[in-house]
C-alpha cells in the first residue's frame, strides 16, 4: 500500500517556517532534522546508514520518503494481517491501484484514498485534488476510471465552518470529477461531532482496463530513459506529505500554501495521452507523482526495480523561476507522471503528449547502482540508497491499550417505551430520524456530480444500496451488447468501530458485503482507508489494531481479499480524535445488471418481506441512542456470519431468478427507517404488519443481518429462503398514499418525502438547486 | 453517410456519442480531432458533444470555437449540413455565432446532474421529427453554465418562428433559463443546440430511450437528402 498517506509524530513536527526557503548549502544537523520530522532514533539511523551527514536535498528525501503516509511506518507491522489473496486477484497490495479479473479479459482496478487534511484547510482544493490523485492512481496501472465514489464524513452543522466544508468539499469534487468525464455513481455521507475537528474525504476511484495489459511502477533494465510528463513543476504543495501526518491545532491558516491546486482539465488531457501511448509499445514503467512527488515515484520505481535512478533536476519542465533541487524533489504540483520508456521511443512518447498540449521530458535513466541520484546539472545533491528509503524505512510496532470500553457499554439509557404517545410515538420517532442528516436524502449532495456521463450507470447515488455500473468493452467504451456489470459500495458505520474496534469494523465489511448483495453483486474484493487519530496514543493504535482484526476475519469469512489501501493517522486537533473510521471500498460483479434492484418499492401489490433476524439488531451505538441519549453508548450487535450467509445466498438467487422488484438492508436508523426508504423512494405506500417480537431494538436498532425486498414471487422467495435457512417474514403489501404499520405509524407518503428530502438542507440551511 | 464526432481537449461524452451512432444505430462514426482543418468526406451529421473544452476556461466554449475544425464546421453548416451540440456543444456554437443567445451560469451557482422533464415543442426539424408537438420526454442534464439566455428581439424571434426545439417543464428548469429554453435551432433549422443530454437516454435500462428518437430522425432526414 502506498500513495497519499501521512507523517510525523506532533513532538517531531517538522517546522516548515524554517524549511520554507532551503538551499542547498543550508547547514544539516540534529535541529535541522528535527524541522523535517525525523525522532532522534531515526536521525541517528541515517547518520550510521550514510556514515555521513546528509547534504539539504537529501534531509528533504528522507524525511518525506519516511514520514508516515509514505512509509506507514505505524501502520505497516498491522497492515500484513489483511488477506491479499484469492485466485481472482491480479494485483494485490503495494502498486498504486489493486487489479481484480472480472472475466471477458476485462480487469478492475481500484483503490480508495484519503485527502482529510488538506481538505479540512482548503476543502474545495484539498477534496479535489484527492479526486484528482486517486483517478491518477488508476490510469497509472493502464485502466480507464469509469466511476467514482467518495465516504465524507463531517461534523455539527453548528461547528464552525462547517457548512463551508460540506459546500467546498462536494464543489471540489463535483468540479474535478465532472471535469474529467468520470461519474460519481455513489457514497456515503455522514455526520457526527467527532469530526466537527478533523472531517474526512475518502475518494474511491475504479477503472477498466485489458487483463492482459496491466501498468506496473518498477523501473527496470539499466540505460532506459526516465520521462517526466505532464504539468510543470512549481512550488505548490511542498511538504503536503508531512501534513497529512499531524494533527491540527489553531492556527492552521498558514498551513494552505501547503495544500496543492487542482486542474481537471490537465488531468484529463493527462489521461487520454497516458491511455494513448499505453496503446503502444513504449511505456515498461509508470508511477504518478503524487504525495512527496518526484521524490517518492522515483524513489519508489526504483525500489519496485531493485535499481536505481539517477535524474537532473533542471530537465524538469518548471513554471517558476529559480527553483532548488530541494524544492523540484519535494514539490507536490498535480499532473504529473514519472515513466521508464523503452530506448527509441522518446520521440513518440514526446509526440503523444505535444498533441494534448503537455510537457514531456527526458530527466535522467535507469542503473543498476541500487542508489537515488539527484543531480542539479554537473552538481550531484543526492545519491541515497534505496533501500534506505523505502524498504528500509523506519517502522514502529507502537504501544496500543485497550480503554475501558465496558463502561460505555453498560451505559445504553432505558429509553423510554415504545408505546407511548406524542414525541416518543414509533411515527415521531421515525421522523426526526428521517430528517438527521446522516439519514436523510443526500440529493443535495449527489446532483452536483455527473452521475450519467459514460452512459453506463444503471443504479446511480440514491438509487440502491450500492451503485451499478455496465462493462465497457475491451476499449473502455460504452458498451449495449452486455449485461454484465460492477457494483460498489463505500461504506464504514464509524460508531460502531468506536464503541467496538474489531467488531465494528467486521459489522462495516459485512455490511458492505449486504449491500452489494442488495443489488445483486457477488462480492468480489475491497480496498480500505483506515483514518484514525494519533497513532503515538496507545489507545487510538489499539483501535486501530483492533479494526484491522476484525476487517481481516471479515474478509476471511466473506473471501473478499484487501487488494489496496491507504492510512491516514493524527485526524486530531487540539487533541481529540476522530471516530475511528476504517472506510470500506467493496467491489462485486452482477451476472445481469437488468435484475440489478433499486431500494424504492415499485408495484402496487408487490408483497413486502423481510429476510433475516430482526432480533439480531441491537440499540447499542445506534441513531436512535445518539438522537435521544445524545452520545455513542452501548455495545454495537453480535456479528453472525452463518445467518449473513444465508442471507446473501437467498438474496443473491432471488435476485438472479428475477423475484426481486426492490431490496434494502437495514442500516443507521433501523429496519423502520429502512422501509420508510423504500417508501418515499417509490412514492408509493404500504401497509405493513411486523410478525415478530416489536421492540425498540427490532424498529430501530442496527448491526443485524437483514434485507427488505418486495416482490410479486413471495411465495418462491419463501421457498428459496427455506431451502436456505434464512429466516423470512411476511409484512405486508406494497400500496396506497400513506405508510402503515399496524399500530405503530400511519404517515402519509409526502410527509414522509418531505421531511427526509429536506432533512440535510435544514439542517446546514443549504440552498435550493 | 458519415457521422462525425467532435474531440475537443476536455470533452468527455465524445465516447458516449460514438457509441450511440456506432454501436446502436450502426452508423459509420468518425471520431474528428479539433486540430484538424476539414471534416471527413461523406460526412452529413456532425455532433459537438458535451465536456470541458479548454477546462471551461474564460467561459464555456469560449476557446474552442477558436479550433481550426470550427471554421470547416461553418461552413458544413452554411451549406445545409446537419449540426447537434450537446451541453458543451451548445455552447461552443452559441460562442461560435451559429446559434443566437449566450449562456449564463445556473441560477442555482451549481452543477446539476439529473434526469429532467422535457418538452419537444417544435417537430417541424430534422431533428425532432420524431416526436410529438409538446411530447413530454425523460432526458437527463449535467452542466453548470445551462442559463440559456438571449435579448429579449431574439427571443420574440425564436419564438417566432417556432425555433425552440425543448423546453424544460416550468416546474423542473434544472437552470433558470430564458423562457425554460432547453434547445433551439438556427433559423435554417439544420443546427440544434440543446443542454439535455440525448445521448445519455438512448436505453430504459439507464433510464431512459427518450433521446433516441433525435438521433433516428436527424439519421433519416440526412440520408433522405443524400438520396
Redesign the interface.
Known sequence: MMGCGCLGPRSALPNHEKVKSPVDNAKVDFEAAVDHGLSEGEWNKVLSSLGRTPTWSELGVISVMWSEHCSYKSSRVHLRKFPTEAPWVLQGPGENAGVIDIGDGLAACFKMESHNHPSFIEPYQGAATGVGGIMRDIFTMGARPVANLNSLRFGRPEAPRMRFLLEGVV?GI??YG????VPTVGGEVAFDEQYDGNILVNAFTLGVMPSSRIFRSGATGSGNPVMYVGSKTGRDGIHGATMASEEFGDNDDAKRPRVQVG????E??LLEACLELMKEDAVLAIQDMGAAGLTSSTCEMAAKGGSGIEIDVTKVPQRELGMTPYEILLSESQERMLMVVKPGAEARVTEIFTK??LDAAVIGLVTNSGQVVVREGDQEVVRLPTELLVDDAPKYDRPTRRPNLEQVWHQLPQLSDLRAEGTTSAEARLLRLLARPTIASKRWVF????????????RGPGEADAAVI?LPNVQS?????TCRGLAMTVDMNARFVHLDPRRGAYLGVLEAARNLVCVGARPMALTDCLNFGNPEKPEVMWSLVEAIEGMSQACRDLDTPVVSGNVSLYNETNGRAILPTPTVGMVGLVDD??KSPGMAFQREGDEVLLLGEPADAVLGGSELVLMEAGGLLGQPAEPNIDRARRLHTTVLEAIRSGYISSAHDAAEGGLLVAIAESVVNGRIGAKLGLPFEVSLASLFGEGASIILVSTSHGESVRTLAETHGCPVYNLGVVGGQALVVDQLCEVRVEILANVWEDGLRQAFDL??? | MKVAVITFPGSNCDSDAISVMRVMLGLDTKAVWHKEARLPDQVRLVIIPGGFSYGDALRSGAIARFSPIMADIKRFADAGGLVIGICNGFQILLESGLLPGAMLQNASQKFVCRMVQVEAVSNTTPFTSDYQRHEWLRIPVAHHEGRYHADEETYRQLQRDDRIAFRYGCRDNPNGSLGDVAGIVNAQRNVLGMMPHPERAVESLLGSDDGLRLFRSAVRFAKSREG
Do not use: I, L
Open positions: 464543489a463535483a468540479n465532472n471535469c474529467m468525464g486542474d481537471p482539465f490537465t484529463k488531457k494534448w498540449d446532483e452536483q456530480y455527473d452521475w450519467s456521463v459514460r452512459t453506463s450507470t444503471v455496465r467504451e460504452p458498451n449495449p451488447h445488471v437488468t440552498s435550493r438547486t
